[in-house]
């Protein structure tokens, strides 16, 4: 991936696909997104024990499979057995765990942009960063974005693909402050920081701004229109979202 001037978020991008329309971090669901409008989806990836690089929020099986335990003791053959869309829909489905590779093909040739969010097992950060790496390294004909929680995650995208753009995720202040994101950023080159919807206030927002770092905003839940009316204004470039019908066209 060449290293473009500036990336240009949109409003809205698609959280784990369209995780209230369809189950999380399935082909179905990122396919959701591109049909209802959207131009950008957000998913969560990790490798599995034979080093795929797959989509799954957890550190576990459990909630999302009708499997159980840790992904990392999984093969990606084993994986794929399961159901992916059982939880979601109550009942028996056909949906399974995607590969990311199929997820690039799939945005590429729908000409949709991507957030990777890097997802590592415990102990295997650097593993995860660098099959993830491989995977999008030669990539230009869409926009991708990374983007953790993890320090050593996205230490390691930074040290391995300097040209790529990069966000650190924050849930709340208690182990980084705001001048700690700031001077992480800056020190690392990362464009983009996202901050769950609880830490957004105008002082915090023109402080991150006042650094020329664009700013994500995310929540438990979807993010209704008056929220976003209200994010907006502080000057937040995007929002991830559960359920977007209600905000298209809106922005």
């Known amino acids: 991936m060449k290293q473009k001037k500036n990336l240009k978020l949109p409003k809205l991008i698609g959280h784990r696909g369209v995780r209230d329309l369809c189950p999380e971090n399935t082909i179905e669901s990122i396919s959701k997104a591109f049909d209802i409008g959207l131009s950008y ?10 080093k795929f690089p797959i989509l799954l ?12 335990g840790l992904v990392i003791d999984y093969d990606y053959e084993n994986i794929k057995k399961l159901d992916a869309g059982k939880f979601f829909y109550k009942k028996n489905t056909n949906i399974f765990v995607p590969k990311l590779e199929d997820i690039l093909n799939l945005c590429i040739n729908n000409n949709v942009n991507l957030n990777i969010e890097l997802k590592p097992n415990k ?14 390294k030669n ?11 993890d320090m050593i ?6 040290n391995l693909y300097p040209q790529s753009f990069r966000s650190f ?17 800056i020190n690392n080159d990362l464009k983009i920081c996202g901050l769950n919807i609880d830490l957004v206030t105008a002082d915090i927002i023109k402080k991150i701004k006042e650094s020329n770092i664009s700013i994500t905003v995310y929540s438990d839940k979807n993010i209704n229109l008056s929220n976003a009316n209200e994010i907006f204004s502080l000057g937040v470039d995007s929002i991830f979202i559960d359920n977007p019908k209600d905000l298209l066209g809106k922005f």
């Open 41 to 50: 989806v957000e998913i969560d990836v990790k490798i599995s024990r034979d």
């Open 57 to 68: 929020h957890d550190d576990t099986l459990d909630r999302t499979t009708n499997g159980s």
């Open 123 to 136: 102990n295997f950060e650097k593993e995860n960063t660098y099959q993830i790496y491989k995977l999008t």
């Open 139 to 149: 990539i230009n004909e869409i926009d991708i974005f990374f983007s953790s929680f």
């Open 153 to 158: 995650s996205i230490l390691e995208i930074s």
């Open 169 to 185: 995720l924050l849930d709340d202040f208690k182990e980084y402050n705001i001048d700690d994101l700031i001077n992480l950023s």
